[in-house]
């Protein structure tokens, strides 16, 4: 004899069938809430983006003034002219200490973005400027800067 308490009786009534999904309304509010927090995360990191291209543009400016520095320190006066070379090597024209030997920065950093020249440089040989062109400005005296490419510069550094 068999115990009815562990028979699983199943009846389907054919008349009757629910079906369970989610309502087009609740999927449209589901997709356009995920759609705002996409563009949120996207425009964020965009802003990241930029900030980070700025802190390298500003440590690029810091590695060629030190460069600039020990030219000076070399060869008595800065690197003349309006813009930097590819690499900062001594000249025996500045002086007889300013050996050819002698190679302060190998390759002079160009800006992250590759299609663009933000930085720019000006130097009579006592005094020098170098600037930059940031993406996220702040107010800063940039007088005597000019342009960096095709955008105005508002990041400077000069000779202490």
């Given at each position: 004899m068999k115990?009815?308490?562990?028979t699983?009786?199943?009846?389907?009534?054919?008349?009757?069938v629910?079906?369970?999904?989610?309502t087009?309304i609740?999927?449209?509010?589901?997709?356009s809430?995920?759609?705002?927090?996409?563009?949120?995360?996207?425009?964020?990191?965009q802003?990241?983006?930029?900030a980070?291209r700025d802190?390298r543009?500003?440590?690029?400016?810091?590695q060629?003034r030190?460069?600039?520095?020990?030219?000076?320190?070399?060869?008595?006066k800065?690197?003349i002219g309006s813009a930097l070379?590819s690499?900062l090597?001594?000249n025996?024209?500045?002086s007889?200490?300013?050996?050819?030997a002698?190679?302060?920065?190998s390759?002079?950093?160009?800006?992250?973005l590759?299609?663009t020249?933000?930085?720019?440089?000006?130097?009579?040989?006592t005094?020098?400027?170098?600037?930059?062109a940031?993406?996220q400005?702040?107010s800063?005296?940039?007088s005597?800067?000019?342009?960096?490419g095709?955008?105005?510069c508002n990041?400077k550094?000069k000779?202490?």
């Amino acid at each position: 004899m068999k115990n009815k308490r562990f028979t699983l009786i199943r009846t389907v009534r054919k008349d009757f069938v629910r079906m369970e999904a989610f309502t087009l309304i609740e999927l449209l509010v589901v997709i356009s809430i995920m759609g705002i927090l996409l563009a949120l995360s996207v425009f964020g990191m965009q802003q990241a983006r930029q900030a980070s291209r700025d802190g390298r543009r500003k440590a690029d400016l810091e590695q060629i003034r030190s460069a600039l520095e020990m030219f000076k320190s070399d060869c008595n006066k800065y690197y003349i002219g309006s813009a930097l070379p590819s690499s900062l090597v001594g000249n025996t024209s500045y002086s007889s200490t300013c050996l050819p030997a002698n190679i302060y920065i190998s390759q002079v950093p160009v800006d992250p973005l590759p299609s663009t020249n933000r930085y720019s440089y000006s130097s009579d040989g006592t005094t020098y400027v170098l600037c930059a062109a940031l993406e996220q400005a702040s107010s800063m005296d940039v007088s005597g800067c000019g342009s960096c490419g095709d955008t105005a510069c508002n990041y400077k550094v000069k000779n202490p």
